[in-house]
């Protein structure tokens, strides 16, 4: 129920932190989108929102693309037509990049979008009772999918971090600091000695995480805890194996 809770907010401070986007950085906002006109061919407003696409060979537009008429305008400005400028208003040079912050943004939101369906179906489920000792194991599909939410949220993270940094660019501080500019004097040998370092110093610990999950899951629930909000139930009970070995039981028969 919290995660209901905590995904509908994150949803909305995006949407939120996006129209911040289009007020300060508007270039991060159109690699984003895959934005890069402003107008049609016509002279109209161009506010159609790319759910897929992928550019041209010259970079000044999409080859293709799947659209929502009007969608860019709706989730930025919040009117039908509202003016969304396009990459190609800013100079070659103060263009980011658009592939990567484009479908990492759609990775990022996605995410964000599994883990509130997938919360609200929980709600749901308890609200109407079937999230029971009983009944619990009946949802399967719910359960499966709980288990991959777990990783939704690092993935959520690691794109809006892509996002983010590789929209910004070519700026360190946008309008006013280039990326070049503030490159380290930091010499190769060093550079490298302190990225070998920081790899081996995360892999210990994915590696110390994986272990000690791995082994938490080895031991099991603790069968005689109380289920909270069920009274005096427990979790089960063993049933002790025909050859009398206890400390080995075959079989958790659930309450």
């Known amino acids: 129920m919290a995660l209901a809770v905590v995904a509908a907010v994150q949803i909305y401070m995006g949407d939120v932190l996006g129209e911040a986007t289009l007020e300060h950085k ?3 906002l159109a690699a984003m989108e895959g934005h890069y006109d402003t107008y049609d061919s016509a002279g109209n407003v161009n506010s159609a929102w790319h759910i ?10 999409l080859a293709w693309s799947i659209d929502i008429p009007h969608g860019l305008s709706l989730i930025e400005t919040k009117t039908w037509n509202g003016t969304v400028t396009g990459l190609n208003s ?15 943004f759609r990775a990022m939101s996605g995410a964000a979008g599994a883990m509130l ?3 609200l179906w929980g709600v749901w489920l308890i609200a109407r009772r079937r999230m029971t ?3 619990a194991p009946r949802n399967k599909l719910f ?4 288990v991959i939410m777990v990783v939704l949220p690092y993935i959520a993270v690691i794109a ?6 590789i929209g910004r660019q070519p700026w360190i501080v946008y309008g006013l600091m280039r990326t070049e500019d503030g490159m380290s004097p930091m010499t190769l040998g060093l550079a490298i000695f302190w990225l070998v370092g920081f790899a081996i110093f995360e892999t210990a610990v994915v590696a110390g995480t994986i272990w000690f999950l791995a082994k938490v ?3 099991g629930p603790d069968l005689t805890s109380k289920i909270p909000g069920e009274g005096h139930e427990h979790l089960g009970h063993l049933e002790m194996p025909a050859s009398g070995h206890a400390d080995h039981p075959e079989y958790i028969r659930p309450v």
């Open 26 to 28: 508007p270039a991060a």
């Open 52 to 61: 897929l696409g992928w550019p041209n060979k010259e970079g000044t537009g």
């Open 90 to 104: 800013f100079p070659k040079d103060q263009q980011p990049p658009v592939v990567l912050p484009f479908y990492a």
């Open 117 to 119: 369906l997938v919360s």
């Open 133 to 135: 000792a009983e009944l």
């Open 143 to 146: 359960l499966a999918l709980a």
């Open 160 to 165: 809006g971090w892509w996002t983010r940094e």
């Open 217 to 219: 899951v080895r031991i």
